[in-house]
């Protein structure tokens, strides 16, 4: 029995303990009496009281939670948090997110420094077309899934990153791409988008040939045959001679593919591979990647660290909006089991250093999710403090406050009932989250 699922706890508890403590440490800090801080939730095991606080274990593992004198407003005591002035109040819910974020930039600055598994472009040049966009502005210039991005406005481009910069620095202008395509070089003229996507393409890591790697034991692709190794010459009757063109090739496919590939200098195939004879979908198996282990100093790892985390925040209203407009490619939102079942998949597929990631991503969205505006979340609580600004400082009654924030905690549960279902079905059915 696979028990990697266990590992939601640890993953899940660290964010939300330090979540708590984010509550906690602000709480104090600013004079509000706070009553408890508990590891786990309630029954207790036991607890150990230091200057008036409550320190306590609980029987139930995940997370954790911070009991402040009148957090609803119920108390007379001047050091309760309702007496609190507005300011106070507002730093005490915000910390809580705010330490989630701050728990993500130090998970990816110790990722880098401990060193980070990166494609190497010096061999393999993130610069691939392995899919483009219809009515984008690739497509209208004619670029093509398998053509190699070597030049931008007359910049060579090794990176997505300096794909993303020049695209952005000439959005709205007609602006000079070249391409290699079939050995030669296309020149196209591609007008940017004046706002991401600039040019409607998936990027993907261009090499030649395209030789098959990790094939998965006892998957589809092993019982068809398929070896680590083999070069991959023919996907569905069109030639491959490169990876990119072998990404876009195998994505676009709906069903069983038909491959050729030379083992030994030794012609093979076709080969078919039936994706749709197993529950998850896939062909099980992938393309070769060269990977390197590259070590920053702290001030390089800070930097990459910042820019991964402001990366990923600008990224989840993006995905919240594809999301509501039936556009996502993954599951969206997912409950407990969902993200128990990723945790799992992260940790058998990439071990400690993708738990950490995992780690560092799932806390970026808690930031996030727990600042919107909705009853019963952070947000909605700092929403209240906003109108009762705007108001002059006349509060609300908190027991119509605590009505909205309860008939919004009943909303979300029903959510993530609906959610929870979908999610223990999809398990039950074999399906996986990572491809």
């Known amino acids: 029995m696979d028990l990697n699922w266990l590992w939601v706890v640890p993953v899940l508890g660290i964010l939300i303990v330090v979540h708590e403590m984010g509550h906690f440490f602000s709480a104090i800090w600013l ?3 706070v009553e408890e801080f508990g590891i786990g939730f309630p029954p207790r095991a036991f607890a150990i009281r230091r200057n008036g606080i409550d320190y306590s274990l609980n029987w139930l593992p995940i997370g954790g939670f911070v009991r402040i004198t009148g957090e609803n407003g119920d108390s007379d005591d001047p050091h309760s948090f309702g007496k609190a002035p507005a300011w106070k109040r507002i730093i005490v819910l915000a910390a809580g997110s705010f330490m989630n974020l701050v728990l993500a930039i130090v998970v990816f600055t110790a990722l880098a420094i401990s060193g980070t598994r990166e494609l190497d472009t010096s061999i393999a040049p993130l610069t691939g077309i392995g899919s483009i966009t219809q009515g984008q502005p690739a497509y209208v210039a004619g670029m093509q899934p398998g053509d190699k991005l070597i030049r931008i406005a007359g910049t060579p481009v090794k990176d997505d990153e300096n794909i993303r910069a020049l695209s952005s620095q000439n959005a709205g202008k007609p602006t000079a791409f070249t391409v290699v395509r079939n050995g030669k070089e296309v020149d196209l003229t591609v007008t940017p988008n004046t706002a991401s996507p600039y040019l409607g393409v998936y990027l993907t890591p261009w090499l030649s040939p395209a030789a098959v790697d990790a094939v998965r034991a006892g998957g589809i692709a092993d019982k068809a045959g398929l070896k680590n190794g083999d070069i991959l010459v023919e996907v569905n009757g069109t030639p491959v001679d490169n ?22 200098g030794e012609r093979i195939g076709p080969v078919t591979i039936d994706s749709t004879s197993n529950a998850q979908g896939s062909y099980e198996f992938g393309l070769y990647r060269p990977y390197h282990t590259i070590y920053y100093n702290p001030a390089e790892a800070l930097g990459r660290s910042l820019a991964n985390t ?13 999301m509501f407009a039936g556009k996502s490619d993954g599951p969206g939102v997912t409950s407990i089991v969902g993200i128990g079942q990723l945790t799992g998949e992260v940790a058998q597929d990439a071990g400690i250093n993708g738990l950490l990631n995992l780690m560092a991503l799932l806390s970026i969205s808690l930031f996030m999710i727990n600042l919107l505006p909705l009853p019963a979340l952070d947000g909605g609580r700092l929403l209240f403090i906003f109108i009762e600004l705007l108001r002059g400082g006349r509060r609300i009654a908190p027991e119509k406050e605590g009505m909205v924030h309860f008939a ?14 979908f999610d223990v079905s999809r398990l039950f059915q074999g399906v996986r989250l990572l491809p």
């Open 243 to 264: 990876t990119a063109i072998a990404t876009a090739l195998i994505s676009e496919s709906k069903g069983p593919i038909k491959v050729v590939v030379t083992r030994g």
């Open 31 to 33: 004079g509000i009496k």
């Open 408 to 421: 919004g905690m009943m909303v979300l549960l029903a959510l993530m009932a609906i959610i929870t279902f």
């Open 310 to 322: 402001w990366s990923v925040v600008a990224s989840i209203p993006q995905g919240i909006g594809q």
